[in-house]
């Protein structure tokens, strides 16, 4: 019997690797991290099923792995902004931006 390739097991770990790249981005690391893991889930379950029919199990393993990576960096993130948004306000986080341009000549 031929072998066939999990469907999407090349996507999830691409998706796992841009949720970790854009994690800084407001959220969208978040969103590729989850839709990731959705992801992963469905091929796991199809391959559990009938492991021997399937190749490509480990690009979805290490894809889950990268989009949990990914959330957790995300997360971290998003708790840092809102404390600087409850902290210093718009205006505040404005402030310290143009002190950085200044100090560095932008």
Do not use: D, R
Not at 15 to 44: E, H, K, P, Q, R
Not at 59 to 79: E, F, P, Q, R
Request: hydrophobic share 45%; proline share 2%; with cysteine.
């Amino acid at each position: 019997m031929e072998q066939q390739k999990l469907p999407n097991s090349t996507l999830i770990l691409v998706f796992g690797i841009i949720s970790i790249v854009t994690c800084c981005c407001y959220g969208l690391g978040l969103i590729f991290g989850i839709v990731a893991i959705v992801m992963a889930g469905t091929a796991t379950k199809l391959y559990m099923e009938n492991p021997e029919l399937y190749t490509g199990y480990q690009n979805v393993k290490t894809g889950k792995i990268l989009s949990y990576i990914g959330i957790a960096l995300s997360v971290i993130y998003l708790i840092y902004v809102i404390y600087l948004f409850s902290t210093f306000g718009m205006e505040g986080i404005m402030n310290m931006n143009e002190e950085l341009m200044k100090e560095y000549g932008m």
